[in-house]
């Protein structure tokens, strides 16, 4: 499975757009890129899939340039409960079960 | 919104007791999985159960480790002997579909093992 990096803290004001980068050089030809949200003492939550150029849901946006060797999670004019940590994942689909975590970017957002 | 529950919320245990974690999926599901996250560390996966059977296990899986599915609603992670570094949160997922795709966790179950 690709390594993924991203930073490890980001802090934001509410209101403001907030862009989350994540590094994945050697993403496969089959991976899909995945993002997850935890918050403290809880599950992570599913937020955003893709595999090219750009997702768009209720939540959040995912930008995927043409390499695919990087990706970026917009999320919309934050709140504080937006306060959490966010994981990029990249993996195949359909070819394993398992979610492989990494340390996350935990994004502050303050009033 | 149908959702993943699990109990109990909190379990302490002493050393080298056996617990047993419960998890009720989401009704359609198929898929079943468990992590845990120790206390600051990343999310690590467990185990994943289909069919009755594990699909795919972690190194940390080991023999103190088993699932089941007992009654065909619950999916159970059972905990031999536990020890100190058992210590941690551990969520149970399910998907309708195996996939690198969206897992829905449940709310975890805080493991203290004393």
């Known amino acids: 499975l690709a390594k993924t990096t991203q930073p490890i803290s980001m802090d934001s004001y509410e209101g403001q757009e907030v862009n989350i980068t994540c590094s994945h050089n050697?993403?496969?030809?089959?991976?899909?890129i995945t993002w997850y949200q935890q918050f403290p003492s809880q599950g992570p939550r599913f937020i955003i899939q893709?595999?090219?150029t750009k997702v768009t849901n209720e939540v959040a946006s995912l930008f995927i340039p043409a390499d695919r060797k990087s990706s970026t999670l917009s999320l919309p004019r934050v709140s504080l409960s937006d306060t959490a940590v966010y994981y990029c994942?990249?993996?195949?689909?359909?070819?394993?079960?398992?979610?492989?975590f990494g340390t996350g970017t935990r994004l502050q957002v303050f009033p | 919104e149908p959702e993943v529950t699990q109990t109990p919320s909190h379990q302490v245990t002493q050393m080298g007791q056996e617990v047993i974690l419960r998890c009720v999926p989401i009704?359609?599901?198929?898929?079943f999985y468990w992590y845990r996250q120790i206390l600051g560390q990343k999310v690590e996966f467990l185990v994943s159960?289909?069919?009755?059977?594990?699909?795919?296990k972690s190194e940390i899986f080991d023999d103190q480790f088993s699932v089941e599915r007992p009654d065909g609603s619950n999916f159970t992670l059972k905990i031999r002997s536990t020890k100190l570094e058992d210590s941690a949160m551990y969520f149970c997922?399910?998907?309708?579909?195996?996939?690198?795709?969206?897992?829905?966790f449940g709310p975890g179950t805080r493991l203290t093992v004393l």
């Open positions: 997922a399910t998907s309708s579909v195996r996939s690198y795709n969206e897992q829905f």
């Open positions: 994942l990249v993996g195949v689909g359909g070819n394993t079960d398992k979610l492989i």
């Open positions: 893709g595999y090219k």
């Open positions: 159960f289909y069919n009755n059977e594990i699909s795919e």
């Open positions: 009704s359609n599901h198929l898929y």
């Open positions: 050697n993403i496969a030809t089959n991976d899909y």
